[in-house]
């Protein structure tokens, strides 16, 4: 690709609080609460591992080993942008987030994990649809993880739901944000 000069625009999230615009980047740690961001992002990613949760390392292509494509994949712009609105929204207020790009299998995932632990509706507008997140689920019905890798809906399913039958509903989704607060 270099040789070609061809570059690849890195994904992107965009989120309104307060109507200020908060412009996400995967990896990327230049928003001025990134760090607390970060911690945050953690401290859930955790807490759904402790209850079955497996990033989907599928996704990542290059060639390092499997921690790292976790890591990775860890700091996508949706996940980012996700955990700064529940910093920010005490309330019930759903989130709305733009992106320039597919949203990836195991983010599509952890955001209806975030929708039901959180019980929060989460929209994201992808670079092909719009994903309505609410207690679990997704609106598209997982089409586009179907449609991408030509999986059988019940066996997404089963394995998403996985992590939500296996905990307590809201337990820990509380006991996190006592941690925020």
């Given at each position: 690709m270099q040789e070609k000069r061809i570059s690849k625009k890195p994904g992107y999230s965009l989120l309104t609080v307060d109507e200020e615009i908060h412009e996400?980047?995967?990896?990327?740690?230049?928003?001025?609460?990134?760090?607390?961001?970060?911690?945050?992002?953690?401290?859930?990613?955790?807490?759904?591992?402790?209850?079955?949760?497996?990033p989907h390392t599928s996704n990542v292509f290059h060639d390092i080993d499997e921690e790292e494509k976790e890591h990775s994949l860890s700091y996508h712009s949706e996940k980012l942008a996700v955990a700064f609105a529940l910093l920010r929204f005490k309330d019930r207020r759903t989130i709305r987030?733009?992106?320039?790009?597919?949203?990836?299998?195991?983010?599509?995932?952890?955001?209806?994990?975030?929708?039901?632990?959180?019980?929060?509706?989460?929209i994201v507008r992808d670079r092909n649809r719009f994903h309505h997140f609410s207690n679990g689920?997704?609106?598209?019905?997982?089409?586009?993880?179907?449609?991408?890798?030509?999986?059988?809906s019940?066996?997404?399913?089963?394995?998403?739901?996985?992590?939500?039958?296996?905990?307590?509903?809201?337990?820990?989704?509380?006991?996190?944000?006592?941690?925020?607060?």
């Open positions: 996400f980047v995967s990896g990327d740690s230049s928003h001025p609460e990134s760090e607390e961001i970060r911690k945050f992002l953690v401290c859930i990613i955790d807490s759904f591992r402790d209850e079955g949760y497996t987030i733009m992106k320039n790009v597919r949203t990836c299998r195991d983010c599509h995932c952890f955001l209806k994990h975030v929708s039901g632990k959180f019980d929060k509706e989460i689920t997704c609106s598209c019905q997982d089409y586009c993880l179907n449609f991408c890798l030509g999986l059988d019940t066996k997404v399913e089963a394995h998403c739901a996985s992590v939500r039958t296996s905990r307590p509903p809201n337990l820990a989704a509380k006991e996190l944000m006592a941690l925020v607060l």
